[in-house]
């Protein structure tokens, strides 16, 4: 596969080469990196990315899955152009995002009040700092395999074996009250509840684990834990980064049907420009008011570009067409989503490969072996079979970044969905193919 792949993009090649000067490790995010070398981006319309070497493909990446309408849809590019020319960044209040904050106060349930600052990461970590404030308690229970984005309280537990720090240069006293329990398991929530005695002041989750495999939570389980966390005076904190805006308009919350007590947000709620949203229940949000020159007072959101001009009129282009077509994004999001998840399922089924592909909505990643439950399930996977599918995927034009979840946007169509059902089935052909052979002996890559 990766021959193939090599073949057909020498430019992102040189690229790399040229980025690998520059730039730590030639990216600028980890999880951009993948073997051999990361193909470069051109430009991008729609449900379509255009590699350096003019290669199109589709692509369910979706710039990190923000993109629900697609790349540049019309309404967003039509709002931003005017904002350019008003103003690309005031560090001061304007009408749009009390606009996009009058937005989301009426679609997501849990925004009675809401601060913006820039990033996923900053969000829920100011959701740890305001829960902390709050209960005057100071134990976090995450999920293994939970991301939150990089900042230093929650990044850990993300990886096998799910409980410790995901980077050097991390002081175990920073992540000493951060615990990691199973996903999907509300015994093991109870437990770490009961040995937190009474210091416990989160229980902090992806209502669809993310970068621990695109994996559900089951609704019985998130309503249990909102039972436990109402039952020990504990707040429910949700992230929403990614299901915020695409699992329904109110995001997982409304979704699942359980309302958090907090809740980060970002990705869509920015329309693919960088945003991050801290929300929650007014009482909470209050301790963040600088009005109140409170004792406890909680510093949150901010940073120089919070609410900036262009981040606001984007997001707010995109939650206002969201809000407006509901009815019909919505239902398509999630037929096209059952669709790609079927229709992967049954083409690997139909080559003899077992292969299960999990998510919700629009979202899916396929797991070559049992369906997990969890992170710790989906650990186990061969990285090898996960990375050469990938390939396979981009040299026949779709982009799918190895081992992450994908999303598919209003943009895209079944037939889209159908070549990539097309082309999974044919790499699940060649995959059991390369099994048979290597059970009679030795085979080449
Ligand atoms: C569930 C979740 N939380 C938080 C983050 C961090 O967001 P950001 O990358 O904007 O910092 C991410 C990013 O992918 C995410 O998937």
């Given at each position: 596969m990766a021959r193939e792949y090599e073949a057909r993009t020498r430019g992102s090649e040189r690229l790399f080469e040229r980025a690998k000067k520059v730039f730590a490790g030639g990216v600028n995010h980890n999880a951009r990196f993948y073997e051999p070398y990361p193909i470069f981006v051109k430009k991008a319309k729609g449900q379509h990315i255009w590699d350096e070497d003019g290669h199109r493909y589709t692509d369910y990446w979706m710039g990190h899955m923000a993109l629900i309408l697609g790349h540049s849809p019309k309404v967003v590019v039509d709002a931003l152009r005017p904002q350019i020319a008003k103003g690309?960044?005031?560090g001061m209040g304007s009408r749009l995002s009390v606009e996009l904050g009058e937005e989301i106060q009426g679609t997501?349930?849990?925004?009675?009040a809401m601060r913006f600052c820039n990033t996923g990461a900053e969000a829920t970590m100011y959701l740890v700092r305001l829960a902390r404030a709050y209960t005057g308690r100071r134990v976090v229970i995450k999920m293994a395999g939970g991301w939150h984005g990089y900042n230093t309280q929650l990044n850990m537990g993300v990886h096998t074996p799910f409980d410790r720090a995901e980077s050097a240069g991390i002081l175990e006293e920073e992540q000493s009250h951060v615990r990691n329990v199973r996903f999907n398991d509300l015994d093991a929530a109870e437990s770490e509840l009961k040995r937190a005695e009474g210091d416990a002041a989160a229980i902090f989750l992806e209502p669809v684990l993310g970068a621990g495999g695109c994996i559900p939570a089951d609704r019985d389980y998130l309503k249990g834990l909102r039972e436990l966390a109402d039952s020990r005076g504990v707040l429910l904190c949700f992230d929403e980064v990614i299901t915020g805006f695409r699992l329904a308009l109110g995001g997982a919350q409304e979704w699942y049907g359980v309302r958090p007590d907090l809740a980060a947000f970002g990705k869509i709620a920015g329309g693919g420009l960088p945003i991050g949203l801290v929300c929650g229940r007014r009482e909470i949000l209050?301790?963040?008011?600088?009005?109140?020159?409170?004792?406890?007072f909680v510093s949150i959101g901010g940073g120089t570009f919070s609410e900036n001009p262009l981040s606001m009129a984007a997001g707010l282009a995109t939650v206002r067409y969201l809000r407006k077509n509901a009815k019909s994004v919505y239902p398509k999001l999630d037929r096209v989503g059952k669709e790609t998840r079927v229709g992967i399922d049954k083409a690997f089924a139909d080559a003899g490969v077992e292969a299960h592909t999990t998510g919700a909505g629009s979202l899916f990643l396929t797991h070559f072996g049992k369906e997990p439950k969890n992170a710790e399930e989906a650990a186990g996977e061969d990285k090898g079979i996960v990375s050469s599918y990938a390939l396979h995927l981009m040299a026949s034009g779709t982009f799918l970044l190895p081992g992450h979840p994908g999303g598919t946007s209003t943009a895209h169509t079944s037939e889209d969905i159908e070549e990539l059902a097309r082309e999974s089935g044919t790499f699940g052909e060649s995959l059991r193919e390369r099994r048979q052979q290597s059970a009679f002996g030795p085979v080449s890559a």
């Open positions: 690309t960044h005031y997501v349930p849990c925004a009675e209050a301790l963040a008011d600088p009005s109140r020159k409170a004792a406890n």
